[in-house]
């Protein structure tokens, strides 16, 4: 089970971190990632971590801006976005994946979504 939190609203140039607090974490659970979606779009991929080697993955669109993280020992991994735009406007859902995906069938676990609102 996933839980995301830290959504809000914040001025464009400002900064947001999120949170997805996991429970019943299995071994088909090796990368955290970050999706988003956006009014009338498609849900898109931000960001992952693999679980065990902490190497990052990030999409085009957050590369410099967003940073992913994980704490093992609380199971919860992080999405610090920093230099927030209008754009950045989204739900954000967390989600667990047994391999390196970036698209949504990848991912077996979802987290219910924190909304992400950047004011311009």
């Known amino acids: 089970q996933l839980q995301a939190s830290g959504g809000g609203l914040v001025q464009a140039g400002g900064s947001l971190r999120l949170s997805c607090a996991a429970s019943g974490l299995t071994t088909s659970d090796n990368f955290m990632g970050w999706f988003r979606q956006a009014p009338g779009k498609e849900r898109e991929f931000v960001a992952r971590?693999?679980?065990?080697?902490?190497?990052?993955y990030y999409s085009d669109s957050v590369k410099g801006r967003f940073t992913i993280s994980r704490d093992g020992a609380l199971n919860t991994w992080y999405l610090q976005m920093n230099s927030l735009k209008a754009e950045d406007t989204a739900v954000y859902y967390c989600a667990s994946s047994a391999w390196a995906g970036t698209v949504v069938n990848d991912y077996h676990s979802w987290g219910q979504g924190t909304l992400v609102t950047v004011s311009s």
């Open positions: 971590i693999a679980w065990r080697s902490g190497i990052r």
